[in-house]
């Protein structure tokens, strides 16, 4: 066997492990995420049989229809931060903003600029705190509220939720 032979012989060995192993590397994150969904996995004379999480199944058509509104409920599909705030996105379209408001000694009202604006409306404003705290103007990117006036500085968690 001569050294072209030999060259041959191995690459034709080598290809295939190669070709899986460049594969296996460049989609790493879509199948270690795939093996996360699997809940259980059964092997028998029938097949490979995977239990999936419930969004792979609303994914794949097979979910009962209290695992697809439970999915469409609490899929997050996004989060961030700011100065104003914190805000999650869910994926039936939700934005809930948390902001952590000071209301400063002796004033009775303040306009907040959410974090990210509401693309359509906000639905709700809760105030978490002891402060007596009035809604008095809402659009897409800003709460106005006001309170009574206290001598000292007072701090409150607003909860924003809109579409």
Do not use: C
């Not at 379209?93 to 509401?118: E, F, G």
């Not at 007072?154 to 939720?161: F, G, H, K, W, Y």
């Amino acid at each position: 066997m001569g050294v072209f032979e030999f060259i041959v012989g191995m690459v034709g060995n080598i290809a295939w492990p190669a070709t899986a192993l460049i594969a296996i590397t460049a989609f790493s994150k879509p199948i270690s995420a795939s093996i996360l969904r699997v809940r259980t996995a059964k092997v028998s004379k029938d097949g490979l049989h995977l239990d999936l999480e419930p969004l792979q199944r609303v994914l794949e058509n097979n979910a009962s229809p209290e695992e697809k509104k439970l999915v469409q409920l609490q899929s997050v599909v996004g989060d961030g931060a700011n100065a104003s705030g914190a805000y999650t996105l869910y994926s039936n379209r939700t934005i809930v903003v948390r902001m952590k408001v000071d209301l400063k000694a002796m004033t009775s009202s303040t306009d907040l600029v959410l974090p990210i604006s509401m693309a359509n409306e906000v639905t709700s404003v809760q105030v978490v705190g002891d402060a007596k705290v009035r809604v008095t103007a809402l659009s897409t990117s800003l709460v106005s509220i006001a309170f009574d006036a206290e001598p000292e500085d007072r701090a409150v968690e607003l909860i924003v939720t809109g579409l």
